[in-house]
């Protein structure tokens, strides 16, 4: 499993509240790890896709850019070999990317899915979104809220 | 309509719809661009790289190509077409020439637009906290995707008229085809409507208060697709 690729990360330069702590950062890793892979594992997802500018959707969805104390993007799912030095990327398949954006009151999701062609798409996303707010619950993630989108249908 | 020559539909040369195209206004149901969200993703991958990439069997794997839902929908549409120009050219060498590239070329090039991401259509959620919603982009894949599996019909184009934005509001779908020399124009447009109805029904919560299915050429092939 790849490790998480940290988007924004300490907003000390940012006019943010702080550093986040390694602790909390480790945390959030390992949260969104986990998210990828319960979207990634419901019934009728295809798979899971990062959405681009997700970041800054989150962060505006939860007030500003100066509200946020950390965001992570997971890639979760697929275990795989460390890249040795010399592999490009392009050769490894990609993993389910989940984008996560958490302040001390909000915690945002947002993520991409493919659904399959069979599948009800509608019925996907809630059950995909469900899960997700479920297990946000479940670790105690204030606020939780959640925007899932269907970018195709696999057939 | 013109002449039923092989793959003549488009007949227009390889390159950009242009958004003046008479056959992308209102009659086909195109949404004029000034309608749509500004684009930024949209054209990162040629057909040429598709083609290479097909011709490869999608090896190495191309994450450019597969984790980009438009990209992705592009070589799709690009399969579809290629498998039915080899089944023309291996049932009816004789009888029918190569499909024209430049229709092929053609028929891409509205792929490629109509591909992009486009406009966020919502879905309804039970819970306040989640937010849902499916691409246009994705609804017009499966549009094509629909039309695309009935026998003997290659969508050209289609398209969402109406607010699509807003949850509720009533949505016109527009189709345009091409269809197999000599088949029931009629039945053929029924069942493209069918397919294309039972997937928006599937995949969407989209109020849509017309679907026009418009055969909008032939092309050569109507005894080996089996119409």
Redesign the interface.
């Known amino acids: 499993m790849d490790d998480p690729t940290i988007d924004g990360g300490p907003l000390e330069a940012e006019g943010g509240a702080g550093a986040v702590s390694e602790e909390r950062q480790v945390g959030l890793d390992d949260l969104a790890l986990e998210l990828g892979a319960l979207a990634a594992g419901t019934a009728g997802v295809d798979r899971v896709r990062a959405r681009p500018g997700a970041v800054e959707i989150a962060r505006q969805g939860l007030g500003g850019l100066a509200a946020a104390v950390a965001s992570v993007t997971g890639r979760a799912g697929v275990a795989s070999e460390p890249a040795s030095a010399g592999e490009s990327a392009p050769a490894r398949r990609s993993q389910p990317l989940v984008t996560l954006v958490a302040t001390d009151d909000e915690t945002r999701v947002v993520l991409d899915l493919a659904v399959e062609e069979t599948a009800s798409g509608p019925a996907v996303a809630r059950e995909v979104a469900g899960r997700l707010l479920e297990h946000l619950v479940a670790r105690g993630l204030p606020d939780p809220t959640v925007d899932v989108r269907i970018v195709g249908v696999a057939s | 309509m013109s002449d039923p020559t092989p793959f003549s539909p488009a007949a227009r040369p390889p390159g950009p719809v242009p958004p003046s195209d008479p056959e992308a206004g209102p009659e086909t149901g195109r949404v004029p661009d000034s309608e749509s969200e500004p684009e930024?993703?949209v054209g990162g991958v040629s057909t040429e790289r598709l083609t290479d990439y097909l011709d490869s069997g999608r090896e190495?794997?191309?994450?450019?190509i597969?984790?980009d839902?438009a990209s992705?929908?592009q070589l799709?549409a690009l399969q579809r077409l290629r498998a039915l120009s080899a089944d023309l050219v291996e049932s009816d060498a004789a009888a029918a020439p190569a499909p024209d590239p430049s229709w092929i070329a053609g028929v891409m090039d509205r792929v490629r637009t109509e591909s992009r991401?486009g406009r966020?259509i919502p879905?309804?959620?039970?819970?306040a906290?989640?937010?849902?919603?499916?691409?246009e982009?994705?609804v017009r894949?499966?549009v094509r995707?629909a039309g695309d599996s009935v026998p003997g019909v290659v969508v050209v184009s289609c398209g969402l008229a109406g607010d699509v934005g807003v949850d509720g509001a009533p949505i016109r779908v527009d189709v345009a085809l091409s269809v197999v020399y000599g088949a029931d124009l009629r039945r053929v447009a029924d069942l493209a409507r069918e397919a294309v109805a039972e997937?928006l029904s599937?995949?969407?919560?989209l109020v849509v208060e017309a679907l026009d299915v418009t055969v909008r050429d032939v092309h050569l092939g109507a005894r080996e697709a089996g119409l």
Do not use: C, F, K, Q
């Open positions: 930024t993703e190495p794997y191309d994450p450019l597969e984790d839902p992705l929908a799709v991401t966020d879905l309804t959620s039970p819970d906290r989640s937010t849902l919603h499916i691409t982009g994705a894949s499966l995707e997937a599937r995949h969407t919560e």
